[in-house]
């Protein structure tokens, strides 16, 4: 995992995380957060491939970020349907695979890796699958400036980086006052379903969803069941083989 200057996180938000105390309702998550990304850029290449992908089909199935104008689900898919957004896709296998499984749900994937972009551009073409869409562009600007609050059905966030330096812990995705802003913008009994393969993410991201306000462990106190739309992936099967266990978490917001 790609490590970025200390200087990028040097600033007041640098308290914020579990071990200090709950925090007060906040403006702005991103204001609070400012320069701690959840994610390192890499500069991977892209094949060409993806790269024809990104450049044909983007215009087509990816949907803008525009600061500050509500994102309207019906508007980007063409109708009315359940609205769930992937947080951190990757190379989009899981998308593909869950978004052809439930064609009934709207599914939004987001990502600021373009490679990934381009990949699971390509899937969305060659499957048909006319309930996905792509956004490229950071996950907790878009979710704090562009999605109404009690509009998602559920969130996804499979195998986030673990950011494993005790000094990176900062850079989780699911951490207080992050994970207020996921249940805010959830429906009544909207979900989060979180899976991880590393062991201390999973602790840690069950104590900042038990101290959310509004969310319900519904496996209280324990880990959840696989979903069974949730296909197993190529390093979810690395990881089991590496004897690492895999650590699900479904959260309700009654
Ligand atoms: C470890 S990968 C996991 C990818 C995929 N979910 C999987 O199961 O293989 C985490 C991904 O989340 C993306 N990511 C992290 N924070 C993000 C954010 N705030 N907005 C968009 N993407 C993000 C990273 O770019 C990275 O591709």
Redesign the pocket.
């Known amino acids: 995992m790609d490590d970025e200057p200390d200087t990028l996180n040097r600033n007041s938000a640098e308290t914020v995380g579990p071990d200090s105390p709950a925090p007060a309702p906040r403006e702005s998550v991103t204001a609070l957060r400012r320069g701690i990304?959840?994610?390192a850029l890499?500069a991977g290449r892209m094949t060409e491939f993806q790269r024809t992908s990104f450049e044909t089909l983007a215009a087509r199935w990816c949907v803008p970020f525009r600061s500050g104008e509500p994102f309207v689900p019906e508007t980007a898919f063409g109708r009315t349907a359940p609205f769930v957004v992937?947080?951190?896709?990757?190379?989009g296998?899981?998308t593909a695979e869950i978004a052809a499984a439930l064609p009934a749900t709207n599914f939004l994937g987001?990502?600021?890796?373009t490679p990934?972009v381009g990949k699971l551009l390509s899937e969305i073409e060659n499957r048909s699958l006319r309930n996905l869409r792509i956004l490229h562009?950071?996950?907790?600007e878009f979710l704090e400036d562009c999605v109404r609050p009690g509009s998602v059905s559920g969130f996804h966030v499979?195998?986030?980086?673990p950011w494993p330096k005790k000094r990176h812990h900062k850079r989780r995705?699911i951490q207080r006052p992050l994970t207020d802003l996921l249940a805010s913008r959830l429906v009544p009994w909207g979900y989060l379903y979180f899976?991880t393969d590393w062991e201390e993410y999973a602790l840690w991201a069950r104590d900042a969803l038990d101290s959310t306000p509004g969310l319900t462990n519904r496996f209280p106190g324990g880990w959840a069941d696989r979903a069974p739309w949730r296909p197993v992936?190529k390093?979810?099967r690395r990881a089991l083989t590496e004897g690492r266990e895999i650590r699900e978490l479904w959260y309700v917001k009654p």
């Open positions: 990304r959840s994610y890499r992937e947080i951190g896709f990757g190379m296998v899981a987001i990502e600021v890796h990934g562009h950071d996950a907790v499979f195998f986030p980086d995705l899976v992936t390093f979810e």
